[in-house]
């Protein structure tokens, strides 16, 4: 009898150890363990901003896409659209932005400049866009003025000629807490300065 109570106790510790684990918040893996990029769980819509950031200057498709949700869609401009109607803005989601990403990634590696000239990208928040949410539940709506500078991309996202623009990313929270963008929508600088072109005008060239 006192072994089959030992037993029984021994069960119920196991189940309430397996139980338990199920609820406990998961410890995400890192999206590139082989990189050398800054990168920090993304608890918050703000963190997400700065992994992007880092993802896109260290030229990593995994931390890039590790930003965006599965579902993510770009949306871009409707100004862009209808001025660069020639090119496809059309259904783009995740897998098109993935295939960009490392076309774009590729061609700044090409351009053959020294590694710090390659990429730059700044997203910074401003007193004339939204503030940030205090406290966001489940969804959030993150505004940021961007420019970003791509080795070799000449007057659309070059040195010379950085593509500049806002950008509202809707960005969604997961079960774990863990956010992520589910849309990127694009927009021109305000006021807008047509020497400048948006980051959705450079990128599609790379499409």
């Given at each position: 009898?006192?072994?089959?109570?030992?037993?029984?106790?021994?069960l119920?510790?196991l189940?309430?150890?397996?139980?338990?684990?199920?609820?406990?918040?998961?410890?995400?893996?890192?999206?590139?363990?082989?990189?050398?990029?800054?990168?920090?769980?993304?608890?918050?819509?703000?963190?997400?901003?700065?992994?992007?950031?880092?993802?896109?200057?260290?030229?990593?498709?995994?931390?890039t896409?590790?930003?965006?949700?599965?579902?993510?869609?770009?949306?871009?401009?409707?100004?862009?659209?209808?001025?660069?109607?020639?090119?496809?803005?059309?259904?783009?989601?995740?897998d098109?932005?993935?295939?960009?990403?490392?076309?774009?990634?590729?061609?700044?590696?090409?351009?053959?400049?020294?590694e710090?000239?390659?990429?730059?990208?700044?997203?910074?928040?401003s007193?004339?866009?939204?503030?940030?949410?205090?406290?966001?539940?489940?969804?959030a709506?993150?505004w940021?003025?961007?420019?970003?500078i791509?080795a070799?991309g000449?007057?659309?996202?070059?040195w010379?000629?950085p593509?500049?623009?806002?950008v509202?990313?809707?960005?969604?929270?997961?079960?774990?807490?863990?956010?992520?963008?589910?849309?990127w929508?694009?927009?021109?600088?305000?006021?807008?300065?047509?020497?400048?072109y948006?980051?959705?005008?450079?990128?599609?060239?790379y499409?």
């Open positions: 009898m006192r072994k089959r109570f030992t037993f029984i106790l021994c119920l510790a189940s309430a150890a397996v139980s338990c684990s199920f609820f406990e918040p998961r410890d995400p893996a890192y999206p590139d363990p082989d990189a050398v990029i800054p990168w920090q769980q993304p608890y918050s819509p703000a963190t997400v901003v700065i992994n992007l950031e880092n993802a896109m200057e260290g030229r990593s498709v995994a931390m896409m590790a930003c965006c949700d599965s579902a993510y869609m770009f949306i871009a401009n409707g100004a862009d659209t209808t001025e660069f109607s020639a090119w496809n803005f059309s259904n783009w989601d995740y098109v932005e993935q295939n960009t990403m490392m076309n774009v990634f590729n061609a700044a590696q090409a351009s053959l400049l020294p710090d000239s390659l990429f730059s990208v700044t997203m910074n928040t007193s004339t866009l939204p503030a940030d949410p205090v406290y966001p539940a489940d969804s709506d993150i940021r003025d961007y420019e970003i791509v070799g000449g007057d659309y996202c070059g010379e000629n593509a500049k623009g806002q509202m990313f809707f960005m969604v929270e997961d079960d774990f807490g863990l956010w992520s963008i589910e849309r929508y694009d927009y021109r600088s305000n006021p807008h300065m047509p020497e400048f948006t980051w959705g005008a450079a990128k599609v060239r499409r």
